[in-house]
């Protein structure tokens, strides 16, 4: 902008001189139509306000590319066309001099985009036709897939689900040209956690994927099978008994309205765009709306699929042992280990139903099937939820503009805290938003915040993880203490619920943490990050702990262990021992040596 006002002043005083006594602000409130060309071999025809286009104008730059549309004091604003030299052209919405709200672009190659606009980058809705003839049509964020979306690929593939980062991540849903599906779970596009796999000829596969390979154990059920669970199966995947499903009718995504701001920006309309029709910019803060994908599946496959492969191994009840015609049908037991397979037990269904007799005894008693759960609209836990990742949103916020000084006595104890209202309707200094209303307690900030930075924990990042569109899971195993248990959607945190002594034991012990940690940087002790306390309406109060996950990772944990140092009630008995059942002390039969080397390393 600086350079097309110099531009302008620098023509315009001279063109004055000459005509003697005309100034610029004898026309500064007076639209005129005109033509200038710059010095900078640039031109402009169209209507002026002042020294500036403003109105309705074209602007040739030297170099050929056009912009012919809306101007506003100086800028491209409003309905217009840009094309450039390698003949990729956009028409829509500009603001401030930027592609911004909707639009369509074509690329030189021929790939087109219809759908929304911020700041140059594709963000919001959007249906993209790639040169190669895939289709993507769902939501973007800065540029790349992100949130729900439809994937069609020209060799007869697709894919509905949820995206990452430009990649399936999440829960999805791929149907091969050949007709195999697999509903289930990704991870940086690859098959990563439970799903089911069906393929063209009815059969059926209940396990677990490892970075795209079956991994741990699983079971298989041939085409035609009889077996119940494979029938609940087919209505929750829209199968009927020919095999026909819901999915290969074709699915649309339901496009919601997405309204993109007017920013506040200053850019000089001499800023070259790139020919490729790829524009840069800074990235963007903004919340993508997530449309709604219609994607034919139904609540019963959601719920279902949150049971894990060892569930699968013990589904059978006696209600639905009445329904089965044969019990005959082969079943396959087998277990994978980085997509191969070690073990491939032939089994018929009367075997199975004897071998999963007494997990399903278990199971009626009230033990939980599944180590997780993803915590959904309704129930208590996800009104508890919303409370605790509001007020971290706040609390992050509010801190962490603020200039760091060194902790000091006083940013510690009971007394050193940040007690905030969160009314449902919002108020000077909080959101709206669709939970109860609340008070937000956050204890010592400051201290925290300085052990964030000693842990080289961004803040955005630690917001993200707990606060980002993906949510929280409950961990549905809970120990003796009768805590609950929250696991951030990547695996790096976990929140448990505290008692009012564990509380006031954590922040006496507190100075002493701050100065352990400040000494070892590389000490192996919990990360505890944030201390929180929720107060709910009937004056419940409910206390949280963020801690980081020392050992998260992205393999597959065959086998977890609560170890505690003790020998007394640290044994669980073989004939109980399955996949997802947590041991304990004694039934660890490895010894651990550190490296002496290492040992000096964690000690510095």
């Given at each position: 902008?600086?350079?097309?006002?110099?531009?302008?002043?620098?023509?315009?005083?001279?063109?004055?001189?000459?005509?003697?006594?005309?100034?610029?602000?004898?026309?500064?409130?007076?639209?005129?139509?005109?033509?200038?060309?710059?010095?900078?071999?640039?031109?402009?025809?169209?209507?002026?306000?002042?020294?500036?286009?403003?109105?309705?104008?074209?602007?040739?730059?030297?170099?050929?590319?056009?912009?012919?549309?809306?101007?506003?004091?100086?800028?491209?604003?409003?309905?217009?066309?840009?094309?450039?030299?390698?003949?990729?052209?956009?028409?829509?919405?500009?603001?401030?001099?930027?592609?911004?709200?909707?639009?369509?672009?074509?690329?030189?190659?021929?790939?087109?985009?219809?759908?929304?606009?911020?700041?140059?980058?594709?963000?919001?809705?959007?249906?993209?036709?790639?040169c190669?003839?895939?289709?993507?049509?769902?939501?973007?964020?800065?540029?790349?897939?992100?949130?729900?979306?439809?994937?069609?690929?020209?060799?007869?593939?697709?894919?509905?689900?949820?995206?990452?980062?430009?990649?399936?991540?999440?829960?999805?849903?791929?149907?091969?040209?050949?007709?195999?599906?697999?509903?289930?779970?990704?991870?940086?596009?690859?098959?990563?956690?439970?799903?089911?796999?069906?393929?063209?000829?009815?059969?059926?596969?209940?396990?677990?994927?490892?970075?795209?390979?079956?991994?741990?154990k699983?079971?298989?059920?041939?085409?035609?099978?009889?077996?119940?669970?494979?029938?609940k199966?087919?209505?929750?995947?829209?199968?009927?008994?020919?095999?026909?499903?819901?999915?290969?009718?074709?699915?649309?995504?339901?496009?919601?309205?997405?309204?993109?701001?007017?920013?506040?920006?200053?850019?000089?309309?001499?800023?070259?765009?790139?020919?490729?029709?790829?524009?840069?910019?800074?990235?963007?803060?903004?919340?993508?709306?997530?449309?709604?994908?219609?994607?034919?599946?139904?609540?019963?496959?959601?719920?279902?699929?949150?049971?894990?492969?060892?569930?699968?191994?013990?589904?059978?009840?006696?209600?639905?042992?009445?329904?089965?015609?044969?019990?005959?049908?082969?079943?396959?037991?087998?277990?994978?280990?980085?997509?191969?397979?070690?073990?491939d037990?032939?089994?018929?269904?009367?075997?199975?139903?004897?071998?999963?007799?007494?997990?399903?005894?278990?199971?009626s008693?009230g033990?939980?099937?599944?180590?997780?759960?993803?915590?959904?609209r309704?129930?208590?836990?996800?009104?508890?939820?919303?409370?605790?990742q509001?007020?971290?949103?706040?609390?992050?916020?509010?801190?962490?503009?603020?200039?760091?000084?060194?902790?000091?006595?006083?940013?510690?104890?009971?007394?050193?805290?940040?007690?905030?209202?969160?009314?449902?309707?919002?108020?000077q200094?909080?959101?709206?938003?669709?939970?109860?209303?609340?008070?937000?307690?956050?204890?010592?900030?400051?201290?925290?915040?300085?052990?964030?930075?000693?842990?080289?924990?961004?803040?955005?990042?630690?917001?993200?993880?707990?606060c980002?569109?993906?949510?929280?899971?409950e961990?549905?195993?809970?120990?003796?203490?009768?805590?609950i248990?929250?696991?951030?959607?990547?695996?790096?945190?976990?929140?448990?619920?505290?008692?009012?002594?564990?509380?006031?034991?954590?922040?006496?012990?507190?100075?002493?943490?701050?100065?352990?940690?400040?000494?070892?940087?590389?000490?192996?002790?919990?990360?505890?990050?944030?201390?929180?306390?929720?107060?709910?309406?009937?004056?419940?109060?409910?206390?949280?702990?963020?801690?980081?996950?020392?050992?998260?990772?992205?393999?597959?944990?065959?086998?977890?262990?609560?170890?505690?140092?003790?020998?007394?009630?640290?044994?669980?008995?073989?004939?109980?021992?399955?996949?997802?059942?947590?041991?304990?002390?004694?039934?660890?039969?490895?010894?651990?040596?550190?490296?002496?080397?290492?040992?000096?390393?964690?000690?510095?």
């Amino acid at each position: 902008m600086t350079q097309l006002k110099y531009l302008l002043n620098e023509d315009h005083e001279s063109h004055a001189e000459q005509r003697g006594h005309v100034s610029c602000t004898n026309v500064e409130d007076v639209e005129r139509l005109d033509e200038k060309e710059l010095s900078n071999g640039d031109v402009y025809v169209g209507t002026f306000k002042g020294i500036l286009p403003h109105g309705k104008g074209k602007y040739t730059w030297s170099d050929g590319t056009v912009y012919d549309g809306d101007w506003e004091e100086g800028k491209m604003t409003g309905k217009g066309q840009i094309f450039w030299p390698s003949e990729a052209k956009y028409e829509g919405d500009f603001s401030g001099g930027y592609l911004h709200g909707s639009g369509t672009l074509v690329d030189p190659d021929g790939s087109i985009y219809r759908g929304t606009w911020r700041m140059n980058i594709r963000h919001g809705l959007g249906k993209r036709e790639y040169c190669n003839s895939d289709i993507y049509e769902g939501s973007w964020r800065e540029g790349v897939h992100e949130g729900s979306g439809k994937y069609s690929w020209n060799n007869g593939n697709t894919y509905i689900g949820n995206w990452k980062h430009g990649k399936m991540h999440g829960r999805g849903v791929m149907k091969w040209a050949n007709g195999d599906v697999f509903y289930g779970f990704w991870f940086n596009g690859l098959r990563h956690g439970f799903g089911i796999y069906r393929f063209a000829d009815g059969g059926y596969y209940f396990g677990t994927w490892t970075r795209g390979l079956k991994d741990g154990k699983g079971t298989f059920y041939l085409a035609g099978s009889k077996h119940p669970f494979v029938k609940k199966w087919h209505a929750a995947l829209g199968y009927d008994d020919s095999g026909k499903g819901l999915l290969a009718q074709s699915s649309s995504l339901n496009a919601v309205d997405f309204e993109v701001k007017k920013p506040i920006v200053k850019c000089s309309i001499s800023e070259k765009i790139s020919g490729g029709g790829s524009l840069s910019t800074g990235r963007m803060s903004h919340r993508t709306t997530l449309l709604d994908a219609n994607s034919n599946l139904s609540d019963a496959a959601i719920e279902i699929i949150h049971h894990d492969s060892s569930f699968t191994m013990s589904h059978g009840s006696d209600d639905d042992q009445s329904e089965v015609q044969d019990n005959n049908a082969i079943v396959y037991e087998r277990e994978y280990k980085q997509g191969v397979c070690i073990k491939d037990i032939m089994r018929n269904y009367a075997e199975l139903s004897h071998n999963t007799k007494q997990p399903n005894k278990f199971h009626s008693k009230g033990a939980k099937k599944s180590l997780c759960a993803s915590i959904f609209r309704g129930n208590d836990s996800y009104y508890l939820m919303l409370n605790l990742q509001l007020g971290i949103r706040y609390t992050v916020g509010k801190i962490n503009p603020q200039p760091n000084h060194d902790v000091r006595a006083s940013d510690f104890g009971d007394r050193a805290r940040i007690t905030m209202f969160f009314p449902r309707r919002g108020s000077q200094f909080t959101p709206p938003h669709k939970s109860v209303d609340f008070y937000w307690k956050d204890y010592c900030p400051t201290v925290f915040r300085d052990l964030r930075e000693l842990f080289k924990l961004d803040a955005a990042e630690y917001m993200m993880s707990i606060c980002g569109d993906d949510g929280l899971r409950e961990l549905l195993s809970p120990g003796k203490s009768g805590s609950i248990f929250y696991l951030s959607h990547d695996d790096k945190f976990i929140i448990k619920t505290l008692k009012k002594a564990e509380l006031k034991a954590l922040l006496k012990m507190l100075p002493k943490y701050h100065g352990h940690v400040k000494q070892y940087e590389n000490t192996l002790i919990t990360k505890i990050f944030r201390l929180h306390q929720i107060t709910l309406k009937c004056r419940r109060k409910v206390r949280f702990m963020v801690m980081g996950i020392m050992f998260c990772t992205e393999l597959r944990i065959h086998r977890h262990y609560d170890l505690k140092g003790s020998i007394r009630g640290r044994f669980t008995p073989e004939e109980k021992i399955r996949e997802n059942v947590t041991l304990k002390d004694l039934n660890l039969s490895y010894e651990f040596h550190m490296d002496k080397l290492l040992r000096e390393y964690l000690f510095k």
